[in-house]
């Protein structure tokens, strides 16, 4: 009698989340013949005899113990238990992906000894360290960022957005913190563009400042400080000719936005960055802007149309991409 071979454990963390990065990291895995498991089945004794077949991959982990909200004596077990896990990770698995999102968690200074203890000990950990865009501030092997959508989701709304009118011409979205610069961009945004935004401002002290800038400078600025549901940051998206982007330099590997703006088929306006220079390389339809003469840039901007956007972004990011990227990561 023929059995079929069993499939590939990967076991996978986090699980679940809100970033629907993971959910389509999953559905990559599933189509390169893995059988998915959450990252605490890795820990069951009987792996420990089957250590060379299983693979683990760790998004955000190195985030963890930066966590904020829990008391000291709850962050001290914590911290133990988080240390004591790393240490008995190759017990389980001698095949340990680390995907590196960031440079750092952003709520944490660079100089933390204990952020340099827990990346120490990942790298010592890791069998494999991946970023999501090539860096020369990391030694690692690179994956492509998944769009956020299926292709044939994509391929479907090429039709609708053919001829569809967008009503927004500048939109600015998500979690509102200081390294993503919105206050600079307020500074000196011109007072006869309107801007959407959308995002909430957990920092009150930070967001009351974004308001006196918009009060004091007169500004078009479409911003209330609260959470945005997904169906609602994606009708927007969908509905805007250009999404801005004004984070920091060095501030992280790649960025969430801008691969929600080009799933949805919008152009992409940033600030100076590597990630911007590298990105307006091989995009025509992401431009860097500046700050000293931004007036004039956002009144001769080029915009490109979003079928064209979203062809080029399925042919770069789409599913056989992202799927080839991440077998040349896990071929043993």
Known sequence: MNHMPAKARLFLY????????????????????????????????????????????????????????????????????????????????????????NYKPHNISAKSHFYRFVIW????????????????????????????FRDRDIKQSLNITSDTQRDTDFLY??????????????????????????????DKQYAMLLYQLIERRGLQVDWNNEFVQDETL????????????????????????????????????CFDSAFARMKAREFPFVKIIDAENLAEQLSTLQYEHPSSVLNQAVERYGEEAIRESWRVVLTP
């Open 173 to 202: 979205f998500g979690s509102i913190k200081p390294y993503k610069r919105l206050d600079k961009l307020l500074s000196v945004w011109p007072v006869d563009k309107a801007l959407r935004v959308l995002g909430f401002c957990a």
């Open 14 to 101: 986090p699980f679940e989340h809100s970033n629907g990065v993971i959910a389509r990291l999953k559905e990559t895995f599933e189509d390169l013949g893995y059988e998915l498991y959450p990252f605490k089945g890795l820990f069951r004794p009987a792996h420990m005899f089957s250590r060379s077949e299983n693979w683990l991959v760790l998004n955000w982990y190195e985030d963890q113990p930066f966590r904020k909200g829990e008391g000291v004596v709850r962050r001290g077990v914590f911290l133990i238990a988080f240390v004591l896990t790393l240490l008995s990770l190759r017990l389980f698995s001698n095949k340990v992906v680390w995907v590196r999102h």
């Open 234 to 269: 994606e009708q927007a998206v969908s509905d805007t000719r250009f999404v801005i982007m004004a984070h920091d330099d060095n501030a992280m590997i790649s960025s969430g936005t801008f691969y929600m703006a080009i799933s949805m088929g919008a152009n992409v306006l």
């Open 121 to 148: 000990l990942l790298q010592t950990v890791a069998d494999r360290i991946v970023t999501l865009e090539m860096t020369s501030n990391i030694d690692s092997s690179v994956v492509k960022h998944p769009l956020y």
